[in-house]
């Protein structure tokens, strides 16, 4: 139980596209899901957290209008990057919180998405 | 706020001894605490977590951790290393507000040799 699934697993796209990625819950509903950039070699760091039915909350230094976040039901989230350029290649991983559990404060994460923008 | 700290970038051991990953957290609130691992091209497993039950904590695959608040300590500990220990390994601290967000620490990478 408690899979988070995302799509595509890596992508390639040329600089000034956007691109689009998918993060769902497969066997439990998720309230709030959270999407977590990590540099080659280095930490996770919070992008966002995405509320079903609500506007997302960005971390501080995370640009809003570039990073677009949408919770549209309590199974899938998406993250479209916008404009890309070569500097937002990196490795994009959600997680979601597992409604029925709400009070372990655990966080179920995705395989992660690799992006690589020319 | 809360904070962690991994106090080893870096952590190389012999397949068979023991393994220590330190870990330090800083927390106004009681905290709960996780470590996770992350293999090459894989996502993240969860090891174990705290969360104000016992203070010894363990985990899958012969990993514990001990709670320890008068050192503010969470380290991450194993009896003997196995070769695919291999890997990356996170602290985390959940944020007590909000939406629970996690911190990550920075992560020790952890080499085990034949």
């Known amino acids: 139980g408690a899979v988070v699934s995302q799509h595509p697993s890596w992508v390639i796209c040329k600089s000034g596209t956007s691109v689009k990625i998918e993060c769902r819950s497969l066997?439990?509903?998720?309230?709030?899901m959270f999407w977590y950039r990590q540099f080659p070699k280095q930490s996770l760091m919070l992008m966002a957290t995405s509320n079903e039915g609500s506007k997302a909350t960005y971390e501080q230094g995370v640009e809003k209008d570039k990073f677009l976040i949408n919770h549209a039901s309590l199974t899938l989230s998406t993250l479209t990057v916008t404009s890309a350029h070569p500097e937002d290649s990196s490795f994009y991983i959600c997680?979601?919180?597992?409604?029925?559990?709400?009070?372990?404060?655990?966080?179920?994460f995705g395989p992660g998405t690799r992006l690589t923008v020319t | 706020a809360q904070s962690v700290t991994q106090l080893d970038s870096h952590v190389s051991v012999s397949e068979g001894t023991p393994v220590l990953l330190r870990c330090n957290y800083s927390s106004s609130y009681s905290p709960s605490l996780f470590w996770y691992v992350q293999h090459p091209n894989k996502g993240l497993q969860l090891l174990l977590k705290y969360t104000s039950a016992a203070t010894l904590v363990k985990g899958i695959n012969g990993f514990e951790a001990e709670f320890k608040k008068s050192e503010t300590s969470f380290h991450l500990t194993k009896p003997s290393a196995h070769m695919s220990d291999a890997a990356e390994y996170f602290c985390?601290?959940?944020?007590?507000?909000?939406?629970?967000?996690?911190?990550f620490g920075a992560g020790t990478r952890l080499a085990v040799h034949p």
């Open positions: 997680s979601a919180r597992d409604l029925g559990t709400y009070s372990s404060y655990e966080q179920y």
């Open positions: 066997d439990f509903q998720a309230t709030t």
């Open positions: 985390v601290v959940s944020v007590a507000s909000g939406y629970n967000k996690l911190i």
